[in-house]
């Protein structure tokens, strides 16, 4: 099993920074956090669960959604099984739990292919 845990969310004002961290545990068949594809993704209360971000396992990849293109940044450091999202310019519909991913294929933007999810994490932007 994989174990992801998020932090770094919290209350920002418009136009602000918030940089999300997701740390992972565990192992699967001998397989490594750097093995992984990583996924962020959101969900705002009554709204479906959204692509935000993704970074392939080398992180020579990252694709995102196009409403945080140019504001937010995947990043990951394998050495410390760790991926960040850097969320700047932030605004009121950025509010959401985030949730960051794992998977071993190649897609990047269908939630129902991720294997494992960490808890989440409110951010929650004010005007």
């Known amino acids: 099993q994989v174990q992801l845990v998020e932090s770094g969310g919290g209350l920002v004002q418009a136009g602000g920074s918030l940089r999300l961290s997701c740390a992972a545990s565990g192992r699967t068949s001998g397989r490594t956090f750097s093995s992984y594809l990583m996924g962020w993704f959101r969900q705002a209360p009554g709204k479906e669960r959204d692509f935000v971000a993704a970074?392939?396992?080398?992180?020579?990849?990252?694709y995102y959604a196009d409403s945080v293109k140019g504001r937010f940044t995947i990043s990951r450091d394998n050495a410390k099984n760790t991926v960040y999202l850097q969320m700047n310019s932030l605004k009121p519909e950025d509010t959401a739990v985030y949730y960051c991913?794992?998977?071993?294929?190649?897609?990047?933007?269908?939630?129902?292919?991720?294997?494992?999810w960490g808890q989440g994490t409110q951010v929650t932007v004010f005007s």
């Open positions: 970074i392939r396992s080398s992180g020579a990849g990252t």
């Open positions: 991913a794992a998977e071993l294929g190649v897609q990047v933007r269908d939630s129902r292919l991720y294997d494992y």
